[in-house]
Every structure is written in C-alpha cells, then in structure tokens.
C-alpha cells in the first residue's frame, strides 16, 4: 500500500510565503510524476503544479512566477514553494503521485494525500 502524507499551510497572510510537502511512502517501485491540486470553497479542484520523473513542470498561469514545484526523487517528496500569496490562493491543496508498486507491465496508479488548508487573509 502506499502512502502520500502533506504538511505546511495554515494561515498565510497577503504577500507571504509558505512551503509545502508531500512525503510517499510504502511499496513503490518508481514514481512517474506528482501534482498538487487545490479545491477552494464551492469550486472545482484544479491542478496547480505538475513535475515528471524527468523534472519537467507545468503551472497555471495564476500561479506561474510565484509558485515552484521540486521533487526530491531519491527521498519520494515533493515540495510546492509558494510565495508572494493572495487571498485567491486560498483552499485545500492536495497531493497526487503516479505510482507503480512493482515492475512488470501494466498501468501505475494516481495515488492522493489527505489535503492541507493553506488560507491566505491578513
């Protein structure tokens, strides 16, 4: 079985900074890609940062300049540097990671973190 644990977040205020991370665990064989999604209140979840096992990335543009994600591959963790925030920032941020458990064929399986609340507001 594997594991994806978050922490960070909390209250942030306008303009502030705040790092996220995302530690999986369990039996994993190689981890092909992580995301990091954020549900604000009454509104979809959204992918706001993707990195592949080959350190390419993606944003939203509403966060691009602002946010970076990095993988830490040889520890299986992954960090979401947020900086200068907005209040639009706010929501559950979730962890996802595209894992296969064992060699073979076969497809690898998204796996999710519990979320994390990160609420931007002075």
């Known amino acids: 079985q594997v594991q994806l644990v978050e922490s960070g977040g909390g209250l942030v205020q306008p303009g502030g900074s705040e790092t996220l991370s995302c530690a999986a665990s369990?039996?994993?064989?190689?981890?092909?890609?992580w995301g990091w999604y954020r549900q604000a209140p009454g509104m979809q979840r959204e992918l706001v940062a993707a990195?592949?096992?080959?350190?390419?990335?993606n944003y939203i543009d509403s966060v691009k300049g602002r946010f970076t994600i990095a993988s830490v591959n040889d520890k299986n963790v992954v960090l979401l540097q947020m900086n200068n925030l907005k209040p639009e920032d706010t929501g559950v941020y979730y962890c996802?990671?595209?894992?296969?458990?064992?060699?073979?064929?076969?497809?690898?399986?998204?796996?999710w973190g519990q979320g994390t609340q990160v609420t931007v507001s002075s």
């Open positions: 369990g039996s994993i064989f190689r981890i092909y890609a």
């Open positions: 990195i592949t096992s080959t350190g390419s990335t």
């Open positions: 996802n990671a595209d894992i296969r458990t064992s060699p073979g064929v076969g497809p690898s399986s998204d796996y």
